[in-house]
């Protein structure tokens, strides 16, 4: 009973560090970890915790076995590294910082081998059970490393931000500083079709992540002095997402109104040309925007000769890298939805329908 115990503890208390470690990881998961450069060798996303798990539970049962047989000194250690381990979604996930995470998991891993070391001798099925942890481990540092030197150093700078300049940025005197477009309606003047509180997430809390991310980003290289659609023109990886996100948002937003509108005839007449009628136009839509697989954005977009398509794109993917200008967009990624609808996607694209602002479409012809 006692031996059991020692090994049900441990166990237990590893997978509850994982679950807080986790939940800390949430928000970064979704918004901040999608927009990095990462490893060639990078394991899909569901790969994670089910390695995780089985890491925890060969983790405790090596301290079950250290309790039952081994060298009560190294208690301590497996508990250092325990911390540390934890430490690590701290640096990484909730502060952003790829460096902070870089040298908490350098840490990791000497203490892993630390404790490998020591509990061979006396214990040797507890070094065993660490030995696949300190190989992923060694293998996290170098996804880790790869992130750090592949994305740019974070650096102190001052992002302002300002409701006073919509759908534009301010230059300073070496960096351009992207800020927070107006809305042009108030906070709860969609509601009920998209609630104040989805708003306060959406646009003041996702928008304005990848609004300072694309800042801090772009310190120091060629796209610090470039307009918002040129960087979203000419840069990839993270700076691409960041500021097409940045776009696609702001154009997203600005393409709503509270004031429920027809059609205008000039579009209606492209819009039946084109698809054969309005209604057909929204039919297809529709189902572009419902048919998306995982998070993107689908488009209205003209083309250089005037002719209009339906354009899906997958993430932070825009028309305009192709050549295409934007008409209207609809963003799918879940969290534009989740609060409101929860999962299901339909009811967000038939309420969204309602908010939108054909004039400025129109207008964009
Ligand atoms: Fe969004």
Redo the contacts with the bound molecule.
């Keep these: 009973m006692k031996k059991a115990v020692c090994y049900v503890v441990p166990v237990l208390l590893c997978l509850l560090v994982g679950v807080v470690a986790g939940s800390l990881q949430t928000e970064s998961l979704s918004e901040w970890y999608p927009t990095l450069t990462k490893a060639p060798l990078s394991p899909p996303a569901i790969v994670f915790p089910i390695a995780w798990t089985l890491l925890y539970i060969c983790m405790g049962l090596s301290l079950g076995r250290v309790l039952i047989d081994g060298d009560k000194r190294f208690v301590t250690l497996w508990f250092l590294q325990l911390a540390v381990n934890f430490l690590w979604s701290i640096f990484f996930f909730y502060l952003r910082s790829p460096l902070a995470g870089l040298v908490d998991i350098v840490v990791l891993d000497l203490l892993v081998v630390l404790y490998v070391w020591g509990v061979r001798r006396q214990t040797p099925s507890a070094a065993w059970l660490f030995v696949p942890y300190l190989a992923w481990i060694l293998f996290a540092t170098y996804l880790n490393a790869y992130i750090y030197i592949k994305n740019p150093i974070e650096k102190e700078i001052s992002v302002v931000l300002t409701m006073e300049d919509p759908m534009s940025s301010t230059k300073n005197q070496q960096t351009m500083t992207h800020t927070m477009p107006q809305l042009p309606y108030a906070m709860e003047a969609l509601s009920p079709k998209m609630s104040r509180e989805t708003l306060e997430y959406?646009y003041g809390k996702?928008?304005q992540t990848y609004i300072d991310n694309l800042n801090r980003l772009i310190v120091g290289t060629p796209y610090a002095a470039m307009p918002l659609d040129e960087i979203v023109c000419k840069a990839d990886g993270a700076i691409f997402n960041n500021a097409a996100?940045t776009w696609?948002?702001t154009f997203?937003f600005d393409t709503l109104t509270p004031a429920q509108q027809a059609v205008p005839e000039k579009l209606a007449a492209a819009l039946t040309k084109e698809f054969g009628s309005v209604e057909a136009f929204k039919e297809a839509f529709t189902q572009a925007a419902a048919g998306l697989f995982g998070s993107g954005w689908v488009w209205l977009a003209e083309s250089p000769e005037g002719r209009l398509s339906i354009v899906a794109e997958s993430n932070a993917g825009n028309p305009m890298t192709r050549g295409l200008k934007p008409l209207l967009a609809i963003?799918v990624?879940e969290?534009?939805y989740y609060i409101d609808c929860r999962n299901r996607r339909a009811e967000f694209i038939k309420n969204w329908w309602d908010l939108v602002d054909w004039r400025k479409v129109a207008d964009r012809l």
């Design positions: 959406h996702h928008l996100q696609n948002h997203f963003d990624w969290h534009a």
